[in-house]
Nanobody, 126 residues
Framework: QVQLVESEGGLVQTGGSLMLSCAAS????????MGWFRQAPGKEREFVAA????????DYTDSVKGRFTISRDNAKNTVYLQMNSLKPEDTAVYYC???????????????????WGQGTQVTVSS
């Protein structure tokens, strides 16, 4: 069992930056590839970014490439999402997720993720 707790999101202006963190507790953090997903009002949850167990591989949805960076600190059991050049369309509830353990690489399929955080609201004002 893994518990995931996201940091507080916030309200930022267009063009601003925000870093989200997700702290994991429970079994060995390095067993899990990690991901970030988001869900905007009235829309389905969508993939944002993923990182492999070692941190050596990352993947992003096209709309955030060049603006968002996912990283992890395995010594701190924490995954991060640095968000720069934020746009109003980035407004959503952001969720941290941990994959089914021991799989290598990254995944953008939500069904590949077994554990989910509670979500944190990010609002970008225009």
């Amino acid at each position: 069992q893994v518990q995931l707790v996201e940091s507080e999101g916030g309200l930022v202006q267009t063009g601003g930056s925000l870093m989200l963190s997700c702290a994991a507790s429970g079994r060995s953090f390095t067993n899990y590839g990690m991901g970030w997903f988001r869900q905007a009002p009235g829309k389905e949850r969508e993939f944002v970014a993923a990182i492999s167990r070692s941190g050596g591989s990352t993947d992003y949805t096209d709309s955030v490439k060049g603006r968002f960076t996912i990283s992890r600190d395995n010594a701190k059991n924490t995954v991060y999402l640095q968000m720069n050049s934020l746009k109003p369309e980035d407004t959503a509830v952001y969720y941290c997720a941990a994959r089914v353990p021991y799989y290598s690489g990254t995944s953008y399929y939500s069904n590949d993720y077994k554990y989910w955080g509670q979500g944190t609201q990010v609002t970008v004002s225009s």
